[in-house]
């Protein structure tokens, strides 16, 4: 099984490290280096740039899936980010019918955190979502988050990943009545020229005033 097509099948457990672990007394002797104030005020305003261009990038994926891909339906919607340190997941669940949406805004921005957390280089993660349609269908897609973007995943991972029990290995049986589909391209707006305003929601911009553009 794929590092995607786990992120696909279920949400998993945090690993993070436990706090209570003994360092030894070599890691408790250790001190870092003095650094200036001047220093350490620069390595925090890079890291928050940072931090800062890729929740850009996160809310405009987002968007960009909502407005363009996903359709009328009711959607459930899984992001997983994977690190050294442990996962990261988020489940929201939101309606789209015509220009109307129904949405928590306060889940958008966390589905925007974990999507960002996933484009962080050692980071790894995907989005899936399923559908229950109007016309009644039920049906799941998914998307890995790979260069700062979402990318479409095949039919065959996300039938796969839903196939497998990953705690076990063991095959399951497959879900009746749910198709698995081939996810479609969520449109990047600088790459497809995109300069419609036609965005039903954005999550709000909880930046300082000196770092918004």
Known sequence: MSEYQDHVRQALEGQHDDPSEDLGMDAMRW???PVSDA?????????ADTAHALLDHAAEAYLSLLNAVLGDGTHHMVANASMPHGDLTEVQELTVIGDALVINETAAMRMCAVIAASM???A??????????PDGSEFVRGWKVRDFWLQPLAADDIREAYSVDPSTGTPLAPEPGVEYRQAERV??????????STSRTAPPDNRPPN???
């Open 31 to 33: 001190t870092p280096a």
């Open 187 to 196: 449109p990047r707006p600088e790459v497809d020229g995109s300069s419609e």
């Open 120 to 122: 962080v280089g050692c």
């Open 124 to 133: 790894t993660g995907a989005l899936v979502v399923r559908t229950f349609g």
């Open 211 to 213: 770092r918004r553009n």
């Open 39 to 47: 220093e350490t005020g620069e390595v925090t305003h890079t890291a």
